[in-house]
């Protein structure tokens, strides 16, 4: 059974950098297309930042240049490095598989004051 842990959210101004992680189980994060995806109030979720098991990281043109998607083998963990965070990007992070979606997380809440 595939388990997703998602930590590290808090309340950081505007600016400010945040590091999330996410503990995997039941699959190996190095073999897998993993990705880390928020859901604003009242929006839909969407991916921000994938990483595939071989090739390049991609971003959604919102974080481009601000968010970096990592993995850590030996932990068996995929983590979002986030900089210059805005108010807009103030939602609930989780981390999940892209294309074969498990069940989600309970997610980590990430809030940036202006």
């Known amino acids: 059974q595939v388990q997703l842990v998602e930590s590290g959210g808090g309340l950081v101004q505007a600016g400010g950098s945040l590091r999330l992680s996410c503990a995997a189980s039941g699959i190996i994060v190095s073999f897998n297309y993993m990705g880390w995806y928020r859901q604003a109030p009242g929006k839909q979720r969407e991916l921000v930042a994938a990483i595939p098991s071989g090739g390049r990281t991609n971003y959604a043109d919102s974080v481009k240049g601000r968010f970096t998607i990592s993995r850590d083998t030996a932990k068996n963990a995929v983590y979002l490095q986030m900089n210059s965070l805005k108010p807009e990007d103030t939602a609930v992070y989780y981390c999940?598989?892209?294309?074969?979606?498990?069940?989600w997380g309970q997610g980590t809440q990430v809030t940036v004051s202006s």
């Open positions: 999940n598989l892209v294309g074969r979606v498990q069940s």
